[in-house]
């Protein structure tokens, strides 16, 4: 069921993706994906060097914290980050398909996240051009914050670092992108 939430979510990126340079953005597509799978392996690096063959099962473990670095580093366009959230939505209604994911109390944490990205959706949608990306890190980076009491523990234990500094990485990234936007209306103007 995921590795079928996983197609959709590529193809729901691809068919909203408006902008002008689609052949980059499949190829952010997937370092995106490379990007998660090896994020997720650095973060279990030690439980992985007692079982080096789930490193190389490309259906165990992506972690999105990564995910994003392929779009910054290859298309760090509007139109790519605006097609990001539904994909997101796409990819985890695998895991409340296939039931995983939830909460260590049963929360419902794939609904919530999927809540979430339909949001920010929603109000990526109707945002200026220049503050698309900066909406977006943010907001991912807040999303993935705020639902980390609610996340049950991974399967492998817990990574060596703790994923809410990612997250609060990706914030900084969204301020900084900000930051870089604000300086360039200011230059326009």
Not at 12 to 39: D, K, N, S, T
Not at 134 to 161: H, K, M, N, Q, Y
Request: contains cysteine; proline residues 8%.
């Amino acid at each position: 069921m995921q590795s079928f939430a996983l197609l959709a979510a590529f193809w729901v990126a691809v068919l909203h993706y408006r902008g002008e340079h689609p052949v980059r953005f499949v190829a952010a597509l997937v370092a995106a994906a490379v990007f998660a799978h090896a994020g997720w392996g650095l973060l279990h690096w030690p439980a992985l060097r007692a079982a080096p063959g789930v490193w190389l099962d490309p259906s165990m473990g992506y972690c999105v914290l990564f995910a994003p670095l392929g779009f910054a580093l290859l298309i760090p366009e509007a139109a790519a980050f605006r097609a990001l959230p539904l994909a997101l939505a796409a990819a985890r209604s695998g895991c409340l398909a296939a039931g995983c994911c939830h909460g260590p109390n049963g929360e419902p944490t794939p609904l919530f996240e999927i809540a979430a990205w339909l949001g920010l959706h929603t109000l990526l949608l109707g945002a200026a051009r220049a503050w698309v990306a900066p909406l977006f890190c943010t907001s991912f980076g807040a999303v993935r914050i705020a639902l980390a009491p609610w996340r049950a523990d991974p399967p492998l234990g817990e990574p060596w670092l703790d994923a809410r500094w990612l997250a609060a990485a990706w914030v900084g990234i969204g301020v900084a992108f900000a930051l870089s936007a604000a300086a360039r209306r200011r230059q326009d103007s």
